[in-house]
């Protein structure tokens, strides 16, 4: 069975700080891996994904993330984190061929001003 | 007009009624989802379909039903409401593999 596990529950960053959120996962072959964001009271919506083309993927508000095989990971980051991102992040995996959408238990991220 | 959207958006019932959550979707997808969320357990999958003849139990199904009625429409029954239902849950489709899930705004059901 696939698994996607998100280290740490909740992160809490400076403002104008990195922001790292990670998230390895279980597949036997390179799946579809997806980071989406969720803000208080609304639905999920995609930061970014990645799709087996470069292994660097940029998303929406300055986010992006690497694909690292080696590593089965697919960490979220951000150089410099403003009070607007705050917001749980879930990381998802669809292994293809068929398969559902597997998600993380999700990571609530704090800005401190 | 939002691309997916569920009806109603709150709901609050006794333990033991029958209620049912709509979804429907204007983005032409063929493949649909339930999902409930809860703090700390992420999003769970109750049930999928990739098409209106193709029905699939997720990983929390027990409890639920669910109909395909068209290819835009998947409706979410809870035949006897329980508190442990209690729940935040959200429609979501997709176009195929590899592509991503567009969500509903959700609904939250509360079973008292």
């Known amino acids: 069975a696939q698994s996607v596990t998100q280290l740490g529950s909740h992160v809490s960053v400076s403002e104008g700080a990195l922001v790292l959120l990670r998230c390895n996962y279980s597949?036997?072959?390179?799946?579809?891996l997806f980071w989406y964001v969720q803000y208080p009271n609304q639905g999920l919506q995609l930061l970014l994904k990645y799709t087996s083309a470069a292994t660097l993927v940029k998303g929406i508000n300055g986010f992006e993330a690497e694909f690292k095989k080696s590593e089965t990971s697919f960490h979220l980051t951000k150089p410099s984190a403003h009070m607007s991102d705050a917001a749980e992040y879930f990381c998802a995996v669809n292994p293809g061929h068929g398969n559902q959408f597997y998600f993380g238990t999700g990571t609530s991220l704090t800005v401190i001003p | 007009d939002a691309d997916v959207t569920q009806t109603p958006r709150n709901r609050i019932t006794k333990t033991g009624k029958r209620i049912m959550l709509e979804c429907s979707q204007t983005k032409g997808h063929d493949r649909m989802y339930w999902y409930r969320q809860d703090p700390g357990l992420g999003l769970r999958l109750i049930y999928y379909?990739?098409?209106?003849?193709?029905?699939n139990k997720g990983e929390i199904s027990d409890g639920y039903s669910v109909s395909r009625q068209a290819q835009a429409k998947f409706s979410l029954s809870l035949e006897s409401a329980i508190p442990n239902q209690t729940a935040l849950y959200f429609c979501?489709?997709?176009?195929?593999?590899?592509?991503?899930?567009?969500f509903g705004p959700g609904t939250r059901l509360t079973v008292t």
């Open positions: 379909s990739f098409d209106v003849k193709d029905i």
């Open positions: 597949s036997s072959v390179p799946p579809y």
């Open positions: 979501a489709t997709s176009e195929r593999d590899g592509y991503e899930q567009y």
